[in-house]
């Protein structure tokens, strides 16, 4: 059974940088095949693709938040993560880290996903 767990602060303050981790259990994030997403959903609005991490450590960013978004892993952990530079109250939204047979905004590539955490961007 893969299980993915997002962790989190719950609240930013607009500026500062948003760091997130996803947990793996039952996978390893090395696994050819796979690609490791973040993705995030805005109150309000539909799923938003952010950026992945490939089994071969390879990295992919949604152009729209490249300049501010970086994904890394740790892989004696078998975790990755993201950090979200510069949040303003526009990054307020409920992430969630998931499994895709690839990477992107095809939602029926990805096979598991976390519980989701929200994220609040508020002075």
């Known amino acids: 059974q893969v299980q993915l767990q997002e962790s989190g602060p719950g609240l930013v303050k607009p500026s500062q940088t948003l760091s997130l981790t996803c947990t793996v259990s039952?996978?390893?994030?090395?696994?050819?095949?796979?690609?490791w997403s973040w993705i995030r959903q805005p109150p309000g609005k539909g799923l938003e693709w952010m950026a992945a991490?490939?089994?071969?450590?390879?990295?992919y960013y949604s152009p729209s938040l490249k300049s501010h978004t970086s994904i890394s892993r740790d892989t004696s952990k078998n975790q990755f993560s993201l950090q979200l530079s510069s949040v303003t109250p526009e990054d307020t939204a409920v992430y969630y880290c998931a499994r895709g047979a690839d990477y992107g905004t095809y939602w029926s590539d990805y096979d598991y996903w976390g519980q989701g955490t929200q994220v609040t961007v508020s002075s």
């Open positions: 991490i490939g089994s071969d450590g390879s990295t």
């Open positions: 039952g996978a390893s994030i090395t696994t050819y095949y796979y690609y």
